[in-house]
Structure formats: structure tokens, C-alpha cells
């Protein structure tokens, strides 16, 4: 079982609407998380993290965690085409040391068309 | 701040080369990672050093490839003798972390990336 798990699409919602990205973590004892958006042909960039159960919301961007069933979404209200990019979500790996590290799922590409 | 930053943005070589990536990361910024890219594997940690020391290298493929920081400013990658599966997108990314009564706080930033091509 991969430690993170990405729906790899495409998912493809018309302009306007609802987009819900999906990810599920495998570490019970994952305490941070984060959604990074990656245009084709560019690097992946940060665009929202989560540490608390509930959402947190970024203008048109939502979180959701549930950490007793250990899953992380994305919602992207009002879906426009320059959404259109893959998703990484990844969760922060403590390991010997103290030193901590990302795992990120393979990416969901979400394709919004007018 | 220019953010992280990586050269060459391309690099197009011949297997057996030696080939080097460059990094400068974000000022102020603890850790810095090197990740490979491909349509096939996704996105792979190559190697993470914190305060200019190497912690995890367990992603590095094989010998051929090393990885220095020799100061908070500055770090490498290279290959050799390069091969053709190596083809693949290599991004440097700048991580700092704080500590904090609610947990770590945690950011990462990516590097526009280097595409390499072994022909």
C-alpha cells in the first residue's frame, strides 16, 4: 500500500463548477498536510496546507481533513480552465533524528473546460 | 526573494557524460531536498540535507549520482557517467521548518527545475 494515495484522473469538471480532489494516507500518526498544484512543463508549487481536523479555506480553495479516516480533499469552488493542472497532495513523514520529510501522491490532473 | 534557484534550466547530454545540477536555495531556509521526476515514477525524493549535512540519501538510484552542500547557499547533483534512463525533470527544493506549540510548521518551495536529456 503506498503511503499516499492519489486518484490519478483525469477529472474533468466544467467551468463553474465543483472540483473535489481526493487523498487518503496510509500513517494513522500524520499530522500535516498539503496540496501542491503543478502546471505542465512547471515545477510543483504550494498552494494550501492543513494541520486540523475541519476545513480551512483560501479564497475559492478548500481543505478538509478527517484524520479518523485518514483522508485529505481538495475543493476548488467555481472551477476555471487556468485550474486545470495536476494535484499533489503529500503529508509530512517524521522519521529517526527529528528530521521530517514529504510524501507526496502521484497527482490527480484535473481538466476544467468551458 | 528570486526564490530557489536552478541551473541549467535544460541540459542535453550524451551517456557517459558527467552532468551537474545546481541549486541556490532560499535564504534562511534549513533543509533542502533534490527530487526526480518522470511520467512514469511521479515525483522521487533523491536526497535531503538539513543544515548542510546529508540525512536521508536512501532515494539516490545508484553511485553514479552524489549530491554535496557545501554551504547554505549552494548545493549540487551529479551524475557520472550519465545514461539514458536518467532522462528525467530534477527540482531542488528549499524547505524551512519551525517548531511550534501546535506542531511543525512546514514549508517547501520548488525550484523551476533542471530537464535533463541523455541521448
Known amino acids: 500500500q503506498k503511503e499516499v494515495e492519489q486518484n490519478s484522473g483525469p477529472l474533468s469538471v466544467p467551468e463553474g463548477a465543483i472540483a473535489s480532489l481526493n487523498c487518503t494516507y496510509s500513517d494513522r500518526g500524520s499530522q500535516s498536510f498539503f496540496w501542491y498544484r503543478q502546471y505542465s512543463g512547471k515545477s510543483p508549487e504550494l498552494i494550501m496546507f492543513i494541520y486540523s481536523n475541519g476545513d480551512k479555506e483560501d479564497g475559492r480553495f478548500t481543505a478538509q481533513l478527517n484524520k479518523a479516516s485518514q483522508y485529505v480533499s481538495l475543493l476548488i469552488r467555481d472551477s476555471q480552465p487556468s485550474d486545470s493542472a495536476t494535484y499533489l497532495c503529500a503529508i509530512l513523514k517524521g522519521f529517526s533524528g527529528g528530521y521530517n520529510k514529504l510524501i507526496f501522491g502521484a497527482g490527480t490532473r484535473l481538466a476544467v473546460h468551458p | 526573494d528570486a526564490g530557489v534557484i536552478q541551473s541549467p534550466r535544460h541540459e542535453v547530454t550524451e551517456m557517459g557524460q558527467e552532468v551537474t545540477l545546481r541549486c541556490k536555495p532560499i535564504s534562511g531556509h534549513n533543509s533542502l531536498f533534490w527530487y526526480r521526476q518522470t511520467m512514469m515514477r511521479g515525483l522521487e525524493l533523491l536526497i535531503y540535507f538539513n543544515n548542510n549535512v546529508p540525512i536521508d540519501d536512501s532515494g539516490m538510484p545508484e553511485d553514479r549520482f552524489s549530491a554535496k552542500m557545501p554551504n547554505a547557499s549552494f548545493s549540487t547533483l551529479k551524475i557520472q557517467p550519465s545514461e539514458p534512463r536518467d532522462s528525467a525533470v530534477y527540482f531542488c527544493?528549499?524547505?524551512?521548518?519551525?517548531?511550534?506549540?501546535?506542531?511543525?510548521?512546514?514549508?517547501?518551495?520548488f525550484g523551476p527545475g533542471t530537464r535533463l536529456t541523455v541521448t
Open positions: 527544493a528549499s524547505t524551512r521548518e519551525l517548531g511550534g506549540t501546535s506542531g511543525v510548521s512546514y514549508e517547501q518551495y
